[in-house]
């Protein structure tokens, strides 16, 4: 601790704390009227002084001003260069680094630090201010980590997990985070100040804090997801985590404002094709292929970060159902055709159904493969439909752009190679329909961390209602789930999709097997 003023070591520590807030305090902050600036958040205009920080200093532990001074940052790009300073003046000099930092940091300070005591919940310290604890808990909402009056909110969920974790728990996140951070600070081996860490990880851009109460945070998330005692704090920061939606296209830049075009809710959702209602196929047992295109070869196509998680999550949702999955991963045009012409004699045609989903960049009536080559959807279709197959349901589910043209809504929906192959028989294509994540010359969203919207909610559809719903009621809620979503993208402001049910020759709706999460 730190309780001695520059140079001087000879008044005793307990006699100094009731000297000095007898003296100062008492006398300062005992009138209701200055209680009520207080509380009424005024501060900046209360009593509180330089001369009376120095005295909230003496009665603080180390500890609790790097946590307040990790909560009153707001250049955290800076945050850890600033606090290793600090903190190496408090050794060598006993020096009073909230009032240094308060110096360089005027605004809004007396508000910022009452509240940051509060966070950090110091009751003696605020029972000497002459404030009851509950007025300021009202004011500031201590242990809500969802909400901040002058604080950065997602700077307060931090601390509560830096609060959270044991020596045990500390060190174990310090190494999966080391294990991303090939090189890291030397000087950081203990797990004292964790704070810091936070700040170094801030430093090199792992995470990032955002001033409008948002933050990247997917490099941290994903690793606080293995320990269970944090769930809540990992919930609380997934909510504060930025929603990065990118299109499923390279050359976003591309997009042509003058091509948006509105599509008016009133218009409501796309009426399904008619199926034959009046028998529902119950499947026993499916395949599922999933082709997942994260990689290309030229410099055309950006990498599909996001497309694992889509193809875990239908990896996972489709092994719930019983069926066999078989993934294959940034195919070029040639391997992907082959791979599709000989679904039949690869993995036998013993299905009653078999689902194709395709993740890829996409372009008009087409998707793209590995090797940036072009593979149209018509040639797609031509190679599923084989003589092999034409009694079994097959399905094809396509998330990739089909143009250029972003879906904008205004209280309205709005923005968000071929072949001459052939098939000897027309009945083998039957059973057959397309969903395609977004609609003809429209792009796709995708997040860059969660995968994408179609395929998210795709599963989450199937695996709530896969039993319950048909098929085609299920296409339906997808499409309107998908249809409610909004984002952000490049500056622009609700962002939509819509889906689109192509291509629908299924001579019969069916169900799915009951979901059972542990067979995955």
Known sequence: MCKYEHGRRTTPVIYRRVYLWETVFIMVLSSKAVLGT??????AEGKLSKDILRRIEDDLDIDEKISILFLMTDNYMHG??????????HKEHDAYILTEFIDGHPRNWKSKLLEALSIIQNRQIIRKLGIPFNDLELLYLPKNRLCSRNLNVVAKCLYF??????????????????????????????????????LY????????INSDGKGRLENLLKHLKRFDELELIYEDLRKHECRQNVLDIQNEGSLRMSKLQTFSMTRGIPVMPHVEGEHVKRLKKGLCIIISQMYFIGQKFETRHGTMADCVKLSETFKG?????????????????KKLESVSKDFGADYECIFVCILSHGCKGGIIASDEEQVSIELIEHKICQEELK????????QACQGETTGQVQDILATDGPSNGNASNILAYKNFCIFMSTMQGFVSVRHKAEGSWFIQEFCNVLRNGGSTLTFMHATRK??????????????????????????????????????????Y
């Open 38 to 43: 207080i509380v009424n958040n005024n501060v």
């Open 161 to 198: 997990l830096c609060e959270a974790l044991t020596e045990d728990k500390a060190k174990l996140l310090l190494r999966y985070v080391k294990s991303d951070l090939t090189e890291y600070e030397k000087n950081l081996e203990d797990t004292d100040y964790f704070e810091l860490h936070v």
């Open 80 to 89: 850890f260069e600033q606090t290793s300073d600090l903190l190496q003046k």
């Open 201 to 208: 990880w801030m430093q090199q851009k792992y995470i990032s």
């Open 478 to 519: 997808i499409i309107k789930s998908v249809i409610e979503k909004r984002g952000r993208l490049n500056g622009r402001n609700s962002i939509a999709q819509l889906p689109e049910l192509r291509s629908c020759r299924l001579l019969t709706d069916f169900q799915l097997p009951e979901y059972q999460a542990d067979k």
């Open 391 to 398: 009694d079994v349901i097959k399905v094809v589910i396509i």
């Open 321 to 337: 159902f019983g069926f066999a999955v078989k993934i294959f991963e940034n195919l070029k045009k040639d391997e992907m055709l």
